[in-house]
């Protein structure tokens, strides 16, 4: 029988507002926290200003304080991972093409992300591979896209969508996908969730049927 198994990697934080805003004449740094979930962006976009005159050592310091003050979700999102078994890669890739154009979405060429490990590993001191095949695919739903934008402008940094898929060495019959949940919590994000859950199990179910059949 056919499984897949579902892992979220890492959670969503909770928000937590920055330092209050600091007001003098000399020079003033500021870094806004990105929160996709703001319904309205005035609400939710907290900035945490950094207040410094001077020398570059001292705004490096003081910028990377600024970056460890932002809400957990403006840096950070969750990773899923969802194993397919039993499955072959030609079988799965497929089936993810398919699911995805099912949504009446069209794939952008594929980043082929193996292929680029294994032509850079030797002149990086890298000899053992780490996936036999991987790839990752991109899309973007216009309908989403916009919702996305309406709802905080920033959330162009989140378009387009995208899922992987990969298998691993002496790891026979099984087929990986991971993709990236969408930062924030707001009807658009989790239009994007949705989709990206939709396409995952279209995916599983039909990869283990057409695997199961050969």
């Known amino acids: 029988m056919q499984r897949a198994e579902v892992e979220r990697t890492r959670p969503h934080g909770e928000c937590r ?17 990105v929160l996709s979930s703001a319904p309205p962006v005035a609400t939710f976009f907290t900035p945490i200003t950094v207040m410094f005159a001077v020398s570059p050592m001292q705004r490096a310091l003081l910028f990377t304080i ?8 403006a ?13 072959r890669y030609a079988d799965a890739r497929e089936a993810l093409v398919d699911a995805i154009e099912t949504e009446g979405l069209v794939p952008s060429p594929p980043s082929r992300f193996g292929d680029m490990l294994a032509r850079t590993g ?3 001191e890298q000899p053992v591979p780490v996936y036999a095949e991987a790839e990752v695919m991109h899309f973007c739903s216009a309908r989403i896209a916009w919702q996305l934008a309406r709802e905080n402008p920033v959330n162009v940094a989140q378009c387009p969508l995208s899922m992987a898929i990969y298998t691993l060495p002496g790891e026979a019959g099984v ?7 969408a930062a924030g919590d707001s009807p658009g994000t989790r239009a994007a969730d949705a989709l990206l859950q939709r ?7 039909n990869a ?5 059949g050969r």
Request: no cysteine; proline share 5%.
């Open 175 to 181: 087929v990986h996908l991971a993709w990236r949940t």
């Open 122 to 124: 030797a002149a990086l």
């Open 199 to 205: 396409i995952a199990r279209q995916t599983a179910d």
């Open 66 to 73: 600024a970056l460890a003050s932002l809400p957990r979700p």
């Open 17 to 33: 507002h920055g330092a209050d805003v600091l007001k003098r004449s000399e020079f003033i740094f500021k870094v806004r926290g």
């Open 75 to 87: 840096l950070a999102d969750a990773l899923v991972h969802m194993a397919i078994s039993p499955s």
């Open 208 to 212: 283990g049927r057409s695997s199961l």
